[in-house]
């Protein structure tokens, strides 16, 4: 399977979106859907923020890279450790931010406290305010 095929796959994986994924990479988003395709070719300086940004292992990047990625023994094991490594990465990137921001705590505080629907409401509200 060729790399793009990998990468696209990965973040499916990881059930975050294209739009998403090239916010965190800082391109746009019709850039990473033709790179997901083949259409345009991965540039090698952004592999290192690709790695990063889905948190892949090293080892297993290599092997998207070389196509050596077997087949998995348990997939849903898998699919739920690279959730939880990119979920810590995130973490990671965003935690300083957080940390130093009260209206963000105090938002994410309020967001909590709404059931699902209300809380998908005023996120998307926050967002197309933007």
Known sequence: MPFHEHI???????EITQIEAAERLGIDHSVLSKYELGKLAIPLDLLPDIRRVYAIPKEKFIDMLEDKLGKSRNPGLEARENKIRYAAALQNEYMPYIMNSKEFRLFMSKLNALDKKE?????TEA???N
């Not at 696209?8 to 990881?14: D, K, S, V």
């Not at 809380?119 to 996120?123: D, F, N, P, T």
């Open 119 to 123: 809380a998908k409401k005023l996120l």
């Open 127 to 129: 967002i197309k305010n």
């Open 8 to 14: 696209r796959e990965y973040r499916e994986q990881l």
